[in-house]
């Protein structure tokens, strides 16, 4: 602005914004007085003068919003920028300008500039009066939040050994990514009993929540960062129904909370039967080893990054099952931490694939059996 000496300065505020504050080096009072907004300086200047003044409006949240502008009518002509942003899931579809120019907001000093926001538009003003027309309106259009995934099973490799005499044991992987979930909560078959848990090659003892379903706590990734692929295995045995010459058994896999990539089930059975998969989500497929990285280290022993996670919390693993049983009266199992079991691989085998699990779902694959002659 150029103004001679001035001892104070006077601005115009639209009608429906309100000054919260005007702070600087140079003022010594202010007020607001049917829409002029006055600040008193401390003493003349005929240089320059800076001030904020914080002010704030009620606005449509979305639509038509026409945005207000503090002007000074007194200046031979009026320079800098504006920067709109839309806070929340929304944008700027249109905008109908005057006495502005289209401005990148960058270029529109620090305070702009700091901000890194993707809906973010900015004009600069034309060196007009302050008396000349200037305004701007702009179009919102806001967009309902879709919910993302924040944890997901990249792979899930199952070692089915069913007997004779209807004992199926199971050994469980899940190849886990996680940003924010607390806990992976895996539903065992009816009549499952669990055997033994590991969280990150770490055994524990899990919590139990409605209906028998297992809670497993879950290795968090730093915030900021992507999220490393840790694994969460389970062991547990089932009753199932004795296999007889042309029955048709349902093999069921636990369900859990979190939707998973690809499933591979490697079932050893009886060298007396042989076994036909009935359709369903599995194939019959070669088996060449699992994609999942966390599954192709050794079963046992922590990893060197999963060590320095863990490092960084205080808490641990078994603590965010103890809060579960604190805070939501849940049970856990008591005794000893369980033993890592060995697999007995035993008997011919089929592998079967799947991809595409929805969290919730149970894989199950049917089964038609027939005793070798």
């Given amino acids: 602005m150029l103004q001679g000496l001035a001892r104070d300065v006077t601005l115009t505020i ?22 002029t907004l006055h600040v008193a300086l401390l003493e003349p200047t005929a240089s320059e003068v800076s001030f904020v003044v914080q002010a704030d409006a009620r606005t449509p949240r979305e639509g038509s919003v026409a945005i207000p ?5 007194a200046a031979e002509r009026e320079t800098g920028g504006i920067a709109v942003d839309v806070a929340g899931a ?10 502005l120019e289209p401005a990148d ?30 305004s701007l309106t702009v179009d919102v259009v806001r967009y309902t939040p879709q919910a993302v995934v924040i ?3 990249e792979e899930a490799r199952y070692r089915a050994l069913v007997s004779e005499d209807g004992r199926l044991l199971v050994e469980a992987r899940y190849a886990v990514r996680n940003n924010q979930r607390s806990f992976l909560k895996a539903s065992l078959p009816d009549g499952a009993s669990l055997w033994s848990a590991e969280v990150a090659g770490r055994p524990i003892r ?21 999220a490393p692929t840790f694994v969460v295995e389970l062991v547990y045995l089932q009753r199932v129904d004795a296999w007889a010459d042309k029955s048709r058994p349902r093999l069921e896999l636990p369900a859990l909370d979190l939707p998973v990539s690809r499933t591979g089930l490697e079932l050893h059975h009886s060298p007396r039967f042989r076994i036909e998969p009935l359709g369903g989500p599995f194939r019959v497929d070669a088996d060449a080893g699992p994609a999942a990285e966390a599954l192709r280290q ?19 693993l078994q603590a965010l099952v103890d809060r579960f049983r604190n805070e939501s009266a849940g049970k856990t199992v008591t005794g000893a931490l369980p033993v890592h079991i060995e697999f007995p691989s035993f008997g011919p085998s089929v592998f079967l694939a799947a991809e595409l699990t929805a969290e919730g779902r149970a894989p199950a694959v049917e089964l038609l059996v027939r005793r070798v002659s």
């Fill in 206 to 226: 899990p919590g139990f929540a409605e209906h028998g379903a297992v809670l497993l706590p879950l290795v968090k990734g730093r915030p900021g960062d992507q």
């Fill in 105 to 134: 907001p960058s270029e529109l000093g620090d305070v702009v500039a700091d901000r890194d926001s993707p809906s973010m538009i900015g004009f600069r003003h034309r060196p007009i009066a302050g008396a000349e027309p200037r």
């Fill in 14 to 35: 639209p009608s429906g914004l309100v000054v919260n504050q005007v702070d600087g080096s140079t003022v010594a009072d202010w007020d607001v007085n049917n829409g």
């Fill in 69 to 73: 502008l503090i002007r000074m009518p």
């Fill in 298 to 316: 050794p079963v046992t022993g922590l990893s060197i990054e999963m060590r320095r996670i863990e490092d960084r919390s205080t808490s641990g």
């Fill in 151 to 153: 944890a997901n099973v």
């Fill in 90 to 99: 929304g944008e700027v579809a249109s905008r109908q300008v005057r006495g």
